[in-house]
Structures are given as C-alpha cells and as structure tokens.
C-alpha cells in the first residue's frame, strides 16, 4: 500500500474534526519515529544497587560468542500493580549470563518502579555484581491495543543493544507468562540451535478479521500524551495494502539479534516502512514484527512458526488464551514446552511449578549450576556462585530438547510459514 492510501484513510473523519484528527495522526507517527532516535542518546533505567560480592562469591566472567553458551535478552512487561509478579517473574527466569529490561507502563505509579528495583537488588545479590538488570524508569503507556506497546518494545531492545550488544536471542515475557524449565534447561537445550533462527508465530491467513486488524486506523494517544492510555478510532477504513504482505500472529516471540538490529537500524526501508503503517493498526505487536520478517528476503527462511509458549484456547479460539489451572499441569509439563501463560496472580499452581520443576528456595532465584551456596534455612544458595558459564540441565530438559526438535522438524516441513 502506497502513502496515497495511508492519507486516504483519514477521510472519513467528522466534519469539524477533521482538522484536530489528521492533527493527531501527524503527530503520532512524527512523535513515534522521533522517540525510536532518541532511545540511541538516552536509556532511562533505575539503577539498580547491589552488595559488593565478597571474594567467596566473586562474578566469573561470562564468556560471549559462538562457542559459549548463548546470551538471551529478556524484556519483562507489566501495568500498574504488576511490580511483585514481575518481580517473581525475572528471578524465575534470572541467570547471570543473561539479560534483562523490566518494564512497569506508565500507568504504574514511580513508587512501585522503585519498589521493583529495590526488591529486585535485594532478593538476588547476584544483580548488582552482574549488572544485568535495568528498569525503565520512563515508561511509555500501557494503552491495550495500541501503538504504545510496539514502542515499547522497540524501546527495550534498543536499549538492550546499546547498554550489552553480546546477547543472541531476544525474547518478550509479560506478568501474566512463566517458565516451565530452568535457565540451565534453556541455556544448554539452546546451544544447539542455530543462533539465526527466530521463534514467531505467524500466519497471512487474517480470515473474518482483515477489517479489524489490517483495514481500521487507530491513533494511540499514549505515544505521545502522557498518561493517556486511551487511543482515538477513525470512521473510514484504508486498503488492504498490496506493497506488502501482512502478517499476524502471537505478540509474544524469540527473535535473534541480528533481526531485531534490522528493526531497529533498519539499513533498508522495509522496517520503516512498516512502522509507519503499524503505528495506527489496533494490535501492531500481533503483526509488525510478523510482517516484516516474512517480507524481508534476508530473513524470512530464518523463521520458525511456534511462539515456545503452552497455552489453552476454547473452542472455537477467542481471543485470549484461557487462565491455566492445576488441572492443566501434567498436560504443560508433558508438553516440553519452556513457558506458559497466562496464570492468575499468585495461584497455587505457580507454587507447584516452584516446587517441582525449578526447584525454587525460598524466594530468591532459581538455582542453577552457578550458584555455589548450600541450601540452608534462610539461606540463598544463590547468593554465592562460580563459573556461569557452565550449565546443569535437569529432567525437563530432555522434554524441551524433544520439544525443540518437534518444532525445527514441524518448520522444515511446514507449508503454514512465510518461508520460500
């Protein structure tokens, strides 16, 4: 779809509007493109204090490149009120080698991003040696169905480049997802798959949907109003483009980082080019980065149609996944799958996975290979470690290893894909 059709669709606007409407569009998309550059001369983040380790629990370097161990760069999403679930979350999946950018909307007061960094640093010792975690201390909205959640992301893995550019794949969790293998199962059942492959689910088959996810425009008032998580919807509708295929699919993925530099630098016009059209879709996080992997030559055969993550759908599928229940447990570990979602807010069933899969103590990180304390009452046996560059996979990780394998078979084969 041509410029033309994009300025087409604002047509259809009250009279009297019009002007204060096509306004806001300009200032959307100017404002958006704007904040993408900024995010290269700023990386706002609460810093997050630590102890000094001692000499028993000095960090070990962590080893980069092809022959370690790979890198995975998390960002965390929540809303107001998500600050302890995230908080659960990133020590549920927390590793010295690893990542992470937390991420509370702005709809969540600045206390409880203060809250968050604190307990973070204070729950895992290991954070403030590391320094491997950031929370964005300026957020942008939390607008459900706008652009505002693109932005952030892209503001995230921005910041993931600028801050540790030695990470391999990109992966986006919200409050409401958790892991079902532990960072050591992850790590060494990853160490061999090809580091150029990204994990999306995707389809062009957009069906009885079209005029809702591709056709209507929206201007997302989050991006550039502060505070507002409300979003203004345009009475016409615009084409189908046709200078490009779209794409859905799940918001949540597993993107390798030589794709997400592509979105982010974007050294040809294709990832601009979206990003404009994407900026007035209802959900661009279900289509944006879809759309633009399978249009791109460079890396659409560089796709795998799974999005990693065990999920319940009724039949027929709405919308939203249904809340997971203990009654699903042996089905999503059996499953091989490495997370889940959505779970409800401390259900027991998440007390369960603590217990018997991750092995959790207490309330501190998942323990892994490097962390090197004793298991003790009110001890962290994570609060001392050695070599992170070693891994100790446990039983699960056999389903995930057989899992993966399903998958990357699955993607050979499989005409449902925008491989060519």
């Known amino acids: 779809m041509g410029m033309g059709a994009a300025r087409g669709g604002a047509r259809g606007w009250v009279p009297g509007e019009r002007w204060r409407r096509v306004l806001f569009l300009a200032l959307a998309s100017v404002s958006f493109l704007v904040s993408l550059i900024l995010l290269f001369l700023s990386a706002p983040r609460l810093r997050l204090p630590g ?62 991003r203060r809250s968050l960094a604190a307990g973070v640093a204070a729950a895992a010792p290991a954070v403030g040696a590391f320094g491997n975690v ?31 550019p030695d990470w391999d794949w990109f992966l986006t969790l919200s409050a409401a997802d958790y892991p079902l293998v532990t960072q050591d199962d992850l790590i060494h059942v990853l160490s061999s798959v090809p580091r150029d492959l990204n994990f999306i689910d995707h ?6 949907k079209e005029s809702e996810k591709v056709q209507e425009m929206i201007v997302d008032a989050g991006i550039y109003l502060a505070g507002r998580t409300n979003f203004f919807r345009a009475t016409q509708k615009r084409p189908t483009p046709d200078a490009f295929k779209f794409f859905t699919g799940s918001p949540w993925v597993i993107l390798n980082r030589r794709f997400i530099e592509y979105c982010i630098l974007g050294w040809e016009n294709l990832p601009r080019i979206l990003l404009m059209y994407f900026n007035n879709v209802m959900l661009p996080l279900e289509g944006y980065f879809h759309s633009v992997i399978c249009n791109s030559l460079d890396f659409r055969n560089l796709t795998v149609n799974n999005d990693l993550r065990f999920m319940v759908r009724d039949e027929p599928p709405q919308t939203e996944p249904l809340f997971l229940s203990r009654e699903r447990y042996g089905q999503m570990v059996d499953s091989g799958a490495p997370f889940a979602r959505p779970f409800r807010e401390n259900d027991p069933l998440l007390d369960k996975i603590d217990s018997n899969i991750l092995k959790r103590w207490s309330h501190g990180a998942i323990p892994g290979a490097w962390c090197l304390g004793r298991k003790r009452w009110l001890s962290d046996p994570c609060s001392q470690w050695d070599d992170v560059n070693i891994v100790r996979p446990g039983p699960q990780a056999v389903k995930l290893h057989q899992y993966i394998n399903r998958t990357l078979e699955e993607a050979k084969s499989s005409r449902n894909s925008c491989r060519r």
Do not use: F, K, Q, W
Not at 62 to 79: E, I, M
Not at 203 to 208: F, L, Q
């Open 134 to 164: 950031a929370v964005v201390g300026t957020p942008t909205a939390g607008t459900p169905v706008g652009s505002s959640g693109l932005a952030g992301t892209l503001r995230a893995a921005a910041v993931l480049l600028r801050l540790h």
């Open 51 to 112: 102890p000094t380790p001692s000499s028993s629990s000095a960090a070990t370097a962590a080893r980069r490149g092809p022959d370690a161990p790979p890198c995975l760069a998390y960002l965390l999403t929540g809303a107001r009120g998500d600050g302890r679930r995230l908080l659960r979350l990133l020590l549920a999946v927390y590793h010295p080698r690893n990542r992470y950018v937390l991420h509370l909307s702005a709809d969540a007061p600045d206390a409880e």
């Open 203 to 208: 389809t062009s088959d957009i069906g009885p």
